[in-house]
């Protein structure tokens, strides 16, 4: 992939996820002043992880999703039973492995 579709598609995915986390604070109506506080981060740094900015750290990420109870959602996606892409990898590398099978002739096969 091109750096320039990897850049644009990150991009994307965390305006998504920062919408999806402001979705979640509301479900709990907490409001960004609240939950930046109980998490010891300032509210423009938590808009600006609501509102996709590559900037706000990690760890920051991770506290919100802590607070939010979302923790264990995310590490249950990475798990790798759960990587379709890995998953489909690995049977792509082992489908190339096989030898194609023989085609068995009628003639040969006594029905």
């Known amino acids: 992939m091109q750096t320039s579709k990897l850049i644009l598609e990150a991009s994307l995915e965390l305006k998504e996820v920062g919408r999806l986390l402001s979705e979640a604070r509301k479900r709990r109506t907490l409001s960004i002043s609240k939950l930046a506080d109980r998490i010891g981060v300032d509210r423009r740094t938590l808009s600006q ?63």
């Open 49 to 111: 992880l609501e509102k996709g900015s590559p900037t706000v750290s990690l760890g920051i990420f991770f506290q919100v999703l802590s607070a939010l109870q979302l923790l264990r959602g995310l590490s249950e996606a990475l798990k790798p039973e759960n990587d379709i892409e890995a998953i489909s990898a690995a049977v792509r590398r082992a489908r190339r492995r096989q030898p194609p099978l023989k085609k068995i002739s009628d003639k040969k096969v006594n029905f």
